[in-house]
């Protein structure tokens, strides 16, 4: 690191304001709705368990980010967004939109099929994030 960026960056910390209320970080998952349909017609224990495999893989693989640190260390402010994705292609297309952007995320695969099921991203603040997700509306 720079030295003046890091001087900077201390007196900012120092700077802050005392007990202000921290960053609100949001875990966002797209999960494949036509999972839940013919012809697939998963049980909903299974389609959940997707989005629980994507979001513990992103906040395992994202756990030294401190975005995760902070999310993980407010236990009672997580959040959690679940959006839906139509099919498979849309969910791809996502991920390829995503790492063209350098937003760091999981792709889940179910196994051994290797069916895209899920994307998650490590926590984000929500305007980090949005415009690409804009378009998905809330899984139902």
Not at 2 to 25: S, T, V
Not at 48 to 65: E, F, G, N, P, S
Request: aromatic letters at 8%.
């Amino acid at each position: 690191m720079h030295r003046g960026a890091g001087q900077a960056f201390q007196l900012c910390r120092k700077m802050a304001i005392p007990n202000a209320e921290p960053q609100i970080l949001v875990q966002y998952l797209v999960l494949r709705k036509d999972l839940s349909q013919a012809p697939f017609s998963w049980p909903a224990g299974a389609v959940v368990a997707q989005a629980c495999h994507a979001a513990t893989a992103a906040l395992h693989v994202h756990r030294d980010h401190p975005h995760t640190v902070a999310y993980l260390q407010g236990l009672e402010r997580m959040r959690k967004v679940v959006l839906e994705a139509p099919n498979e292609t849309t969910l791809k297309e996502l991920a390829e939109t995503l790492q063209q952007k350098n937003i760091n995320h999981i792709l889940w695969l179910e196994q051994p099929e290797n069916i895209a099921t899920c994307i998650a991203l490590r926590p984000y603040p929500k305007e980090e994030v949005n415009q690409y997700l804009k378009k998905f509306r809330l899984f139902k």
